[in-house]
Nanobody
Framework: QVQLVESGGGLVQAGGSLRLSCAAS????????AGWYRHPPGKEREWVAT???????RYAASVKGRFTISRDNAKNTVYLQMNNLSPEDTAVYYC?????????????WGRGTQVTISS
């Protein structure tokens, strides 16, 4: 069973940047897709980005062009580089390890890391 630990959250001003990390344990992590979701206050959890086992990336329209998902298989880690942040990006960000090489429809969740953007 894969276990995930997110880090890198914090408080930054609008226009700033953060890089989230998701470190995984387990032998199958690099064989499958991984993704990031977020849960804004008072809203439903939403998908942010996915990276497949082959490093093909997909993004939600709200973050495309500002966020970049990447993976370092040697470190069993997935990253989310977030630039030009706005208060609307404030949320708890969750990493998810899929059980398929192509998507994260089913898989294991991390515990989340708080990102807060001040105006």
């Amino acid at each position: 069973q894969v276990q995930l630990v997110e880090s890198g959250g914090g408080l930054v001003q609008a226009g700033g940047s953060l890089r989230l990390s998701c470190a995984a344990s387990g032998s199958t992590f690099n064989e499958n897709a991984a993704g990031w979701y977020r849960h804004p206050p008072g809203k439903e959890r939403e998908w942010v980005a996915t990276i497949t086992a082959g490093s093909v990336t997909r993004y939600a329209a709200s973050v495309k062009g500002r966020f970049t998902i990447s993976r370092d298989n040697a470190k069993n880690t997935v990253y989310l580089q977030m630039n030009n942040l706005s208060p609307e990006d404030t949320a708890v960000y969750y990493c998810k390890a899929g059980n398929s090489p192509l998507n994260v429809a089913f898989g294991v969740w991390g515990r989340g890391t708080q990102v807060t953007i001040s105006s």
